[in-house]
């Protein structure tokens, strides 16, 4: 799981760069609002990635700062928002504009962004409310406070079809015996495990 980048930027786009890492070429998807402050080509640079997997491709999406990688994730916790359009909202709209129109259920400017209609900027309301509240000036520092391995493990368990409250509910169990301080691997392992015993105790009680 790749968490972030550090590189020659050889080329820059709009909506994607070419980052050169030890010779490897990556190509990473990005929201304007993190195009706008890069520097020229050939310029070193580092991106926060988030690793986006399917079954026939890897896509990489990059952002400049921490608020708008969470963003990013948030976005794609609604159902019928893939990365593609999390991008796009991102570029159509500033965190300082996106996260209260949320969190004030302001349907009339989300569907301003292009490629949003009523029902999805209804259902982006209803899912996000809180956390675009918790990512708003001053409760940036409490969503934070995952490690980096439990970032990693959040967006995993997010490619492999979990909801973001089940995950978040998850990590916050599993932390309360690591404190914190498990690795990536071994972290991802006991979610895993621990997901699996309650889709099974669920089986179980609707078997009944």
Request: charged content about 25%; hydrophobic content about 45%.
């Given at each position: 799981?790749i968490?972030?980048?550090r590189?020659?930027?050889?080329e820059?786009?709009?909506n994607?760069?070419?980052?050169?890492?030890?010779?490897?070429?990556?190509?990473v998807?990005?929201?304007?609002?993190?195009?706008?402050?890069?520097?020229?080509v050939?310029?070193e640079i580092?991106?926060l990635?988030?690793?986006?997997?399917?079954?026939?491709?890897l896509?990489?999406?990059?952002?400049?700062?921490?608020?708008?990688?969470?963003?990013?994730?948030?976005?794609?916790?609604v159902?019928?928002?893939g990365?593609?359009?999390a991008i796009?909202i991102?570029?159509?709209?500033?965190?300082?504009e996106?996260?209260?129109a949320?969190?004030e259920g302001?349907?009339?400017?989300?569907?301003?962004?292009?490629?949003?209609g009523?029902k999805?900027?209804e259902?982006?309301?209803?899912?996000l409310?809180e956390k675009?509240?918790?990512?708003?000036?001053?409760a940036?520092?409490?969503v934070?406070?995952?490690?980096?391995a439990e970032?990693?493990?959040?967006?995993?368990?997010?490619?492999?079809g979990?909801?973001s409250?089940?995950?978040?509910?998850?990590l916050?169990?599993l932390?309360?015996?690591?404190n914190?301080?498990?690795d990536f691997?071994?972290l991802?392992?006991?979610?895993?495990?621990?997901?699996?015993?309650?889709?099974?105790?669920k089986?179980a009680?609707?078997?009944?």
């Amino acid at each position: 799981m790749i968490g972030s980048l550090r590189g020659k930027l050889t080329e820059r786009r709009p909506n994607q760069v070419i980052l050169d890492v030890a010779g490897v070429g990556y190509l990473v998807q990005i929201p304007l609002s993190t195009f706008s402050g890069m520097p020229s080509v050939d310029s070193e640079i580092k991106l926060l990635i988030h690793t986006h997997l399917r079954e026939d491709q890897l896509s990489l999406y990059g952002f400049a700062t921490a608020r708008e990688k969470q963003s990013f994730e948030m976005l794609i916790s609604v159902s019928g928002i893939g990365p593609n359009l999390a991008i796009k909202i991102l570029s159509g709209m500033a965190l300082d504009e996106l996260l209260p129109a949320l969190r004030e259920g302001d349907v009339a400017r989300l569907v301003q962004i292009p490629g949003i209609g009523r029902k999805t900027a209804e259902r982006m309301i209803v899912e996000l409310r809180e956390k675009a509240a918790l990512l708003q000036p001053g409760a940036v520092a409490k969503v934070g406070t995952r490690s980096a391995a439990e970032t990693d493990v959040a967006s995993a368990l997010s490619n492999l079809g979990y909801d973001s409250r089940v995950i978040d509910r998850t990590l916050e169990q599993l932390r309360k015996g690591t404190n914190g301080q498990a690795d990536f691997n071994d972290l991802l392992r006991a979610a895993l495990q621990q997901l699996g015993a309650a889709a099974m105790q669920k089986s179980a009680r609707a078997g009944e």
